[in-house]
Nanobody, 122 residues
């Protein structure tokens, strides 16, 4: 499974971006997908995740109410809609996938995409 993250860029504080994670596999509908981010000098952290059926979504407290994760299985794509962006959201964002359910830890994800850089200016 190959994952392609895209949609990053430079945005002013308060602005919005939508990230996309496109998968190469036809059975993408059975995969849970997580979004992660890593800021310079910091550890990678979980941002949001969605299970295979979209019946469960998880969010980090820092993004609740501002970010929304969704999926379009017909397009083999998971999205991360980011609103009310803050300078502290600046990071490289990664998507990852594993079959079915959202894992407990990020190390349990089987497939990772390359990152897409999000920069939020103040």
């Amino acid at each position: 499974v190959q994952l392609q993250a895209s949609g990053g860029g430079l945005v002013q504080a308060g602005g919005s971006l939508r990230l996309s994670c496109a998968a190469s596999v036809r059975t993408f509908s059975i995969y849970a997908v997580g979004w992660f981010r890593q800021a310079p000098g910091k550890e990678r952290e979980s941002v949001a995740a969605i299970n295979w059926s979209s019946s469960r979504t998880d969010y980090a407290n820092s993004v609740k109410g501002r970010f929304t994760i969704s999926r379009d299985n017909a397009k083999n794509t998971v999205y991360l809609e980011m609103n009310s962006l803050k300078p502290e959201d600046t990071a490289v964002y990664y998507c990852a996938a594993r079959k079915f359910n959202i894992p407990t830890t990020q190390n349990e994800y089987d497939y990772w995409g390359q990152g897409t850089l999000v920069t939020v200016s103040s």
